[in-house]
Each structure stands twice: as structure tokens, then as C-alpha cells.
């Protein structure tokens, strides 16, 4: 009896022994096949995703990079994502991200674009055509992931709607790119939603700014520009423009009274946030406002001679167009039909800018991340963008033997131009903004990024080193005569390459840009889940 329980012990122990040594077998392919899983789970370095320099943060506190093969996520401090917004006649509000690397490539024919474009947005915003859009500045929370900036679109059907924008790039992993039959892919933001509409004015809106986040400036045709309260969309004040004078109408004209050419057309503010400057239709003159009691504080009319030497004729209406200060609040430019004015603080012309060939202005902008330099850009009707040192004027020569009350302003340099058929852009540029995605406090960048929205719906994105446009001063001799409208003699020099493209299918009337802050939630998370499980692992 003893011997047979012996033998069934002796049995048992081998079976146990063979079912363990079983377990030993079948755990080293699983852990492979797991290992496998997870290596193939991560992006490897290819076209599509680019190469990580992501450190994770082991259990020890030290830190190991993470290899091309086993990276997480992109390196986020080598791209750049840009959230940009355009409107158009289509009444289509159009968002759409670019990433864009450190250094990207020049787009030729034998060349692709590096830049990945994603849809974050497409709606019917407006019952008609957009004119105008305007983003504030970033929320004050401390999370970068937390914070917001308002879009407010105006269009022609009287109306200003509000969106709330997240300023992180849109979450990535989280569910699979939708595809498009536009080849783009789309990448929607749970954060990103609709705030409602302001109904305040009472004709098209002509513009719209954010000085701060807590107030909205807004102007419409009803000559009458508002200030609105973001908190809880209140107006509270009111600016009221006079209505200009009808002048060569018919004496049998019947129309309506009130009905002549009236509206705001564009207003700017300086950084003080104490001053504003309105230009407006059927007048001939620029108004000066006090925004701190909301009055008038002057008005400052155009004199023939200065209308003529920025390409008002006697057919031309002589009304302002745009108007912008420049960053430091030093001056202001107003912008007219086919040329612009420099203005200095005592209101008085200092330089004037007249293109050649003559063309359409659409934009004026001042170029931000350049110092102390005061570089205008304009974008025109035939697709360029001109760059005018308003410091650096060429003093038109005078002739002792006339005597003339004529007093001729002295032209802005043209330092460059951007566009143009030179790189085979022949449409107009109706918007655009200037960016520097690169820049910190401790490493500047000389790289600017410029958006371009043109009416054939295309946005462009242009990388243009600032050096090229630190020009030394020219000599008498190489300027142009000053019969010639103020334009160099020297063919203006070409800047910037074209770094990728992406067609909207729409007419666009109108762009903002921002660069997007901080990385995805998604890879945030996925990158702590990661160090937490190298923890575990480890332990």
C-alpha cells in the first residue's frame, strides 16, 4: 500500500513538473508575440512621421532618448503647428492646420511638400460673404492645453458670430483621420465650439479686433464702430461717425436720404489702447478717437497733393482703405487704392508708398520679430508682397528754378518682394499674416512663416529669412527718379521660398493665423503612460 501511494506521488510530481516546464515554453512566445505587439504599435521613422528626439523621464530620474524605432510621439520642439481660419465669399468659415518643421523644403516640381495640412473645421458660418475675422489673445490659464482664443467672423448679413479655438494642436491617435475626397485629412478638436452671435449693428461688418481679451471692437457701414464685452457680450459704448455729405449728386437724384456711400471702412488702435484712427467711405479725411471717453479727438483731412502722389486721381474717391500702427506705436500707415501713407505721432505725413507697376492694394501689414525695424508688407492685386523700409525714404530732388506750393513726401525703400509671376503667383492676395513659430526669449528666430489667402482659394505658406530683408541703405545714385512714382530703379529683389500649398476650393476674402502652443493631450498622455509602465517594468 505504502509503495503504490509512493508511485502516484512520484507520478504526480512529474506531471507537475512537465506542466511547469510547459508553462516556461509557452510564456517565452507570448512574451515575444507582446514585445512584437507593442513595437509594431509604435510609429516607426518615416515620411508620414517624422523622427522624435522625445525624452522619457525614468524611475530613477535620469533620462534616455527615445530611438527613431521606439519613439512615442514627434518632436514637437522641431515642428510647428499653425491653426489658420479663412472666410470667403462662399459664406464657408474654413479652419485648417499646417505643421511645419524646422527647416522645410522648397516646393519645385520633382519636389514634395513636407508640411501636413489637416481640416479642424468646415461650416456655413454666414448667409453671405464673409468679410472680416479676428482672434484675441490667449486665455491666462497656466495649462497650456487649457488655453482658448475667441474667432469672431463678420459678414454682409449683419451678423458676428464667436467660436471658442483651442490653442493646442488638435489631439492625435485618438481616433483614426478621416479621409476626404479632397486628399486632406481631418482632424477635429472636441474643444473647439461655437459661442452664438452678436445682432448689435445694423448693415455689413467692415472689421473686427481684440486689443484685449475682455473687449471686442467692431465696425460696420452703419458708420458706427461698438465696443463689446466678452464676459457677457454686452456693449458698452457706442462710436458714432458722421455721415458724409453727398457730393456730384444730380439735382433730380431720388434717392433716399441717408442713401450715399457711408460706413467705417477699417479702424486701428494704438498699443497704448488709448487712441484709435478711423478711415471711412465718401470722405476724404481720417478720424482720430479717445477711447477713454469715447469721443472725438480730431479729424484729419487728405489735401490734393498728397491724394495725387499716391495714385488718387481726380476720379478717385480719395478715401482711406486700411489703416494700421505699426508695433511700437510710432506711427501709422493708412492704405488707399493703389498707394499708402506713412504718418509719424504728430499726424503728419512722412513717407508715401506707391508700387510699380501700379496695382491694387488688398492688406498692409507691419512685419512683427524685427526689432527696432519698421518694415511695411502689402499685399497686391497681381500676387505679390512688397516690403517698404518706412525708416529708410528717398528725398525727391527739387528744382531751384520752380516755384511751386507743391510739397512732394519722400518715397519709402522697397527692400523686396515676395510672389509675384517671378514664382508663378499671378492672382491677388487679399489677406495674409506674418509669424514667427521658431522664436523664444532665450533663442530668437530669423525664420518668418507668411500665410498668403488668394481669391483663387488657395493658402500658401512662404518661409522668408529676416536677413534678407536687413538691406543696407541706398545711395542717390541707385535710386529711382523721382518722376517715377517713387519706385527703385533696380529691379526689386525676390525673397522667400514657397514651402506648401492647399487648396480651400472656395473664393477667400479674408485669413487669420496663429501658431498653436504646447503638444496633443494625446501624446502628453501616451508619453506619462509610457514612463509609468518603464516604472513598473523596472520595479
Known amino acids: 500500500m505504502g509503495k503504490r501511494k509512493r508511485e502516484v506521488v512520484d507520478a504526480a510530481a512529474a506531471k507537475g513538473t512537465t506542466k511547469s516546464r510547459k508553462q516556461e515554453i509557452v510564456s517565452t512566445p507570448l512574451q515575444t508575440k507582446y514585445s512584437s505587439i507593442q513595437q509594431q504599435k509604435t510609429p516607426p521613422s518615416s515620411n508620414k512621421t517624422k523622427s522624435t528626439g522625445l525624452r522619457t523621464t525614468l ?322 492685386e497681381d500676387g505679390r508682397i512688397l516690403f517698404y523700409n518706412t525708416q529708410i525714404v528717398t528725398t525727391p530732388a527739387t528744382n531751384p528754378t520752380e516755384t511751386t506750393k507743391t510739397v512732394d513726401i519722400p518715397a519709402c525703400t522697397l527692400l523686396a518682394q515676395l510672389g509675384g509671376r517671378a514664382a508663378g503667383i499671378a492672382g491677388r492676395i487679399k489677406d495674409f499674416e506674418t509669424l514667427v513659430p521658431f522664436s523664444t526669449e532665450s533663442s530668437p528666430s530669423s525664420s518668418l512663416i507668411i500665410v498668403t489667402g488668394s481669391s483663387d482659394g488657395a493658402v500658401r505658406l512662404w518661409e522668408l529669412n529676416s536677413e534678407e530683408l536687413h538691406e543696407e541703405e541706398r545711395t542717390e545714385s541707385e535710386d529711382a527718379d523721382p518722376k517715377s512714382n517713387g519706385s527703385a530703379a533696380k529691379a526689386a529683389k525676390q525673397v522667400g521660398q514657397l514651402v506648401g500649398t492647399c487648396e480651400t476650393g472656395n473664393r477667400i476674402t479674408c485669413l487669420k493665423a496663429f501658431v498653436m502652443i504646447g503638444m496633443p493631450e494625446d501624446v502628453r498622455d501616451e508619453a506619462e503612460l509610457e514612463a509609468e509602465g518603464l516604472e513598473n517594468d523596472t520595479s
Open 59 to 380: 524611475h530613477d530620474g535620469s533620462k534616455r532618448p527615445a530611438s527613431s524605432s521606439a519613439s512615442a510621439t514627434d518632436n514637437w520642439t522641431d515642428t510647428a503647428t499653425i491653426q489658420i481660419v479663412t472666410g470667403s465669399y462662399e459664406r464657408v468659415l474654413h479652419g485648417l492646420t499646417a505643421k511645419i518643421p524646422r527647416n522645410p523644403t522648397h516646393v519645385s516640381p520633382g519636389n514634395t511638400s513636407k508640411i501636413e495640412f489637416a481640416d479642424t473645421f468646415l461650416f456655413n458660418a454666414h448667409s453671405s460673404a464673409i468679410r472680416c475675422l479676428a482672434i484675441s489673445p490667449p486665455s491666462a490659464s497656466t495649462d497650456e492645453h487649457s488655453q482658448k482664443v475667441i474667432l469672431a467672423s463678420g459678414g454682409t448679413d449683419e451678423r458676428i458670430n464667436l467660436y471658442n479655438l483651442s490653442t493646442a494642436p488638435p489631439p492625435i491617435g485618438s481616433k483614426p483621420p478621416i479621409p476626404t475626397l479632397a486628399g486632406m485629412t481631418v482632424l477635429e478638436n472636441p474643444k473647439n465650439r461655437e459661442l452664438g452671435s452678436l445682432l448689435h449693428h445694423s448693415s455689413s461688418i467692415t472689421a473686427l479686433y481684440f486689443p484685449t481679451r475682455s473687449k471686442l471692437l467692431s465696425s460696420a457701414e452703419d458708420n458706427t464702430i461698438a465696443i463689446s464685452r466678452t464676459r457677457d457680450w454686452t456693449v458698452l459704448s457706442t462710436i458714432k461717425a458722421p455721415i458724409p455729405k453727398p457730393v456730384g449728386r444730380p439735382s433730380g437724384d431720388t434717392a433716399a436720404p441717408g442713401e450715399v456711400p457711408a460706413g467705417v471702412n477699417d479702424f486701428a488702435v494704438h498699443p497704448s489702447m488709448k487712441l484709435m484712427v478711423s478711415v471711412g467711405k465718401g470722405e476724404r479725411c481720417m478720424r482720430l478717437w479717445n477711447l477713454v471717453t469715447g469721443r472725438k479727438a480730431g479729424v484729419l483731412n487728405f489735401n490734393k497733393d498728397m491724394l495725387q502722389q499716391v495714385g488718387e486721381g481726380k476720379w478717385g474717391t480719395g478715401e482711406g482703405r486700411k489703416v494700421e500702427w505699426d508695433i511700437e506705436g510710432e506711427e501709422f500707415a493708412v492704405g488707399f487704392e493703389k498707394g499708402a501713407v506713412i504718418f509719424g505721432m504728430d499726424s503728419k505725413p512722412k513717407a508715401r508708398i506707391l508700387p510699380a507697376p501700379l496695382t491694387k492694394l488688398h492688406q498692409i501689414r507691419y512685419v512683427p520679430g524685427l526689432g527696432s525695424l519698421h518694415i511695411l508688407a502689402l499685399s497686391t
